[in-house]
């Protein structure tokens, strides 16, 4: 699912592409897309667009006559966009937005149809879509921790809770927690005040840090990779490679859709932490440390 920094290139990608413009048509070839009823579809046809902004984790596009597209990409979404006059093919997508200066193509992978599309009328309305979380990198501290604090989860999913913060999922989450060297599973109610210090900063780091990054490429072409796994993260996606801190293989928790990477040795105290699923089917046989699982892949490839 795009996250802060991929939603924020797009927002960047947009703004100098559409707004000013004028929505001429909307076609949408799954009906479910659509959620909501009114206002209808059709009320946002010939409106100009005034700004595009990310809103939590969905975009934003604002509209004269105090309207509002708001999508959601959830998992599998991708925008991709085509200029006026362009040669380039259209592609066959789940919507297609068509504006005085291009067309903004909705795609989605796989069969399942989890992105949305709401017409909102008024900040009333806007605000009723609000799921609550907070916005990390504008929150001080006192701030963060009474979020952090109000219910007691592990560091993985109060990071991932829309409830609690806004616009953080898996992937980011666990270069935060790298970042301040945290393990994913510690409980937010037996965390130290510098803990929570370390976290807040390292979220502001990494989020500042990747979504400058990818902002900065969006400002002179589209974002066309919109990715969970990309070149340059410390753990997310790098199951068995170096960590670039200390060296020791990422290790991974797999639940789910999702997988949860992290450093043993940075962040664990050299544990390994116990996958729900595959701990259960090995029991002895799982290493429940860094060091067991080195001499381990020291022992299988000194018999082969």
């Not at 592609?91 to 017409?119: C, D, Q």
């Not at 963060?144 to 993985?156: I, M």
């Not at 490429?217 to 490679?241: D, I």
Request: hydrophobic share 40%; proline share 5%; net charge positive.
């Amino acid at each position: 699912m795009p996250e802060i920094p991929d939603l924020e290139s797009y927002a960047v990608a947009l703004r100098q592409r559409i707004v000013g413009a004028r929505l001429e048509n909307v076609r949408i070839k799954n009906p479910f897309f659509l959620r909501s009823v009114q206002p209808p579809l059709e009320s946002v046809l010939g409106r100009t667009v005034t700004g595009v902004r990310r809103f939590q984790k969905r975009i934003l596009i604002e509209l004269d006559g105090d309207l509002y597209l708001l999508i959601h990409l959830m998992i599998a979404g991708r925008l991709h966009w085509y200029p006026a006059g362009g040669t380039g093919s259209r592609r066959a997508g789940l919507a297609t937005f068509s504006f005085t200066t291009g067309t903004l193509v909705l795609t989605e992978a796989g069969t399942k149809r989890r992105a949305s599309l709401y017409v909102l009328e008024g900040e009333r309305s806007l605000a009723a879509m609000d799921r609550g979380g907070i916005e990390v990198e504008t929150a001080d501290l006192d701030t963060f921790r009474a979020v952090l604090t109000r219910e007691n989860h592990t560091l993985k999913r109060a990071l991932t809770d829309p409830r609690l913060f806004s616009g953080i999922g898996n992937a980011y989450s666990d270069e935060i927690l790298h970042r301040a060297r945290l393990s994913p599973l510690l409980l937010t109610a037996k965390m130290t005040p510098d803990q929570i210090a370390a976290l807040h900063r390292a979220a502001r780091e990494v989020l500042g840090k990747w979504t400058l990054r990818l902002g900065q490429n969006a400002v002179t072409s589209f974002p066309t990779k919109v990715t969970a796994f990309r070149e340059g993260m410390a753990v997310h996606g790098r199951y068995r490679q170096p960590c670039p801190v200390c060296g020791a293989p990422v290790q991974r928790i797999v639940y789910a859709e999702n997988e949860c990477n992290y450093c043993p040795r940075c962040q664990t105290g050299g544990r390994i932490l116990a996958d729900r699923a595959l701990s259960r089917l090995l029991r002895e046989d799982w290493p429940r440390t860094l060091e067991e699982l080195e001499e381990r892949a020291e022992k299988r490839g000194s018999s082969s």
